[in-house]
């Protein structure tokens, strides 16, 4: 088990900012690929971004030009800086760490709630 600690959730209003950074405990493998996904009332999980070990970069269509996604090795830490965020964005943000050769690798962050709304 791999415990990951989400933090940087809140309410925002459109147009706004925010940064959700998740954690996890320990010393972990590099060649995890890290990700961020989110789940809106009524709607399947989806990918928002991920990231690889080798810096890899992977966009839904829908935040392209206003997440970023980035990694810190060193401190077993991915990002997600959203910017320009809509009302549309407002969901569970999940952050996932997964390796790459072990499916039975695939950790998951307890969610923090991103609210856009004015």
């Known amino acids: 088990q791999v415990p990951l600690v989400e933090s940087g959730g809140g309410l925002v209003q459109p147009g706004g900012s925010l940064r959700l950074s998740c954690a996890a405990s320990g010393n972990i493998s590099r060649l995890y690929i890290m990700g961020w996904y989110r789940q809106a009332p009524g709607k399947q999980r989806e990918l928002v971004a991920d990231?690889?070990?080798?810096?890899?970069?992977n966009y839904a269509d829908s935040v392209k030009g206003r997440f970023t996604i980035s990694r810190d090795n060193a401190k077993n830490t991915v990002s997600l800086q959203m910017n320009s965020l809509s009302p549309e964005d407002t969901a569970i943000y999940y952050c996932?760490?997964?390796?790459?050769?072990?499916?039975?690798?695939?950790?998951w962050g307890q969610g923090t709630q991103v609210s856009v709304s004015s």
């Open positions: 996932n760490f997964r390796h790459p050769a072990f499916r039975n690798l695939n950790f």
């Open positions: 990231i690889t070990s080798a810096g890899r970069l």
